[in-house]
């Protein structure tokens, strides 16, 4: 019987694949956040956060999770580039239900055809695109250990595509997403400089995120590259799900916090000759 179920592909590698360490885990973490409770964390709307494996960045994605404890949504939408698959598009998902060990979530197939039809030939489904990538899966269990129960995701993955396909995704979420939904993008940060030049490039990238300023992030871009900094392959490798949510949020007037910021050279390993970045940022509507 086939039950249309998408299984964790990077349980045990990138998290725990037991259900009790891993909601053990997670509990551990998200105790250790900064998070308070107050009347603005109902404001969130859209999260920025890494996808690395627990042991690096799960403290930072802790950080932003946190601030959803106990808020309900209707539909998360994860918007990621793809790692794992190259493709020309964008990567909608056919089975109906997403499992990580903490449990089931379905995916809301009416939106996602909402989505597909409203550029068919851009955007389709590609179920191996979504196989074995763990952009999109490791946000799961976080989702099932904060939010309340009920709520549906629609995970998209970016493939190879011209530089405004950010624009074109935008406007089309746009008409699609409900005051009741969440957005995430999914991304990491610097990829491979020393852990002082990530951590220099990856202030101003914040900074230019926090502030919402695409153009500022832009110019970021270009005039690292230009420097050549040794080994600094990537400022963020999640660009398109990141600018699709700039743009929406400069469409709303949102407004944007950082919430946590380390790379892999804090980890136990510490490792400071090549690390990776890590960050995460909430994204409020204005009460």
């Not at 808020?71 to 918007?79: D, P």
């Not at 005051?179 to 020393?194: K, M, N, Q, R, T």
């Not at 990238?205 to 695409?214: E, G, H």
Request: proline share 4%.
């Amino acid at each position: 019987m086939n039950e249309n179920v998408r299984y964790p592909a990077v349980a045990e590698s990138f998290y725990p694949s037991d259900r009790e360490e891993l909601d053990t885990f997670l509990e551990s973490i998200l105790s250790e956040s900064t998070a308070t409770n107050n009347s603005e964390k109902a404001s969130i709307r859209a999260l920025l956060v890494p996808h690395a494996g627990y042991a690096f960045s799960g403290r930072a994605s802790a950080e932003a999770y946190s601030r959803l404890a106990g808020n309900q949504y209707r539909t998360v939408f994860i918007l990621g580039n793809a790692h794992a698959y190259r493709f020309n598009g964008i990567a909608l998902d056919t089975h109906h239900i997403w499992q990580s060990p903490l449990g089931r979530i379905p995916i809301n197939m009416d939106a996602a055809e909402q989505f597909r039809t409203a550029a068919p030939r851009l955007i389709d489904y590609l179920d191996i695109a979504h196989h074995s990538d763990h952009v999109l899966e490791v946000q799961l269990p976080f989702l099932q250990k904060t939010l309340k129960t009920g709520f549906s995701i629609l995970p998209i993955l970016f493939g190879e595509n011209a530089k405004d396909i950010s624009l074109k995704t935008a406007r089309i979420l746009s008409d699609i997403l409900q005051p009741d939904d969440l957005l995430i993008a999914s991304s990491d940060l610097s990829h491979y400089p020393s852990y002082d030049d990530a951590n220099a490039i990856d202030r101003k990238t914040l900074d230019a995120i926090v502030n919402i300023d695409m153009k500022g992030l832009e110019r970021h871009v270009r005039n690292t590259m230009k420097q050549n900094v040794a080994h600094e392959d990537a400022l963020f490798c999640g660009p398109d799900g990141l600018k699709t949510l700039l743009r929406i949020a400069t469409q709303r007037g949102w407004t944007a916090e950082e919430l946590a910021y380390c790379n892999s050279g804090d980890a136990e390993w510490r490792d400071r000759d090549a690390v990776v970045g890590y960050g995460s940022v909430a994204f409020y509507e204005p009460q």
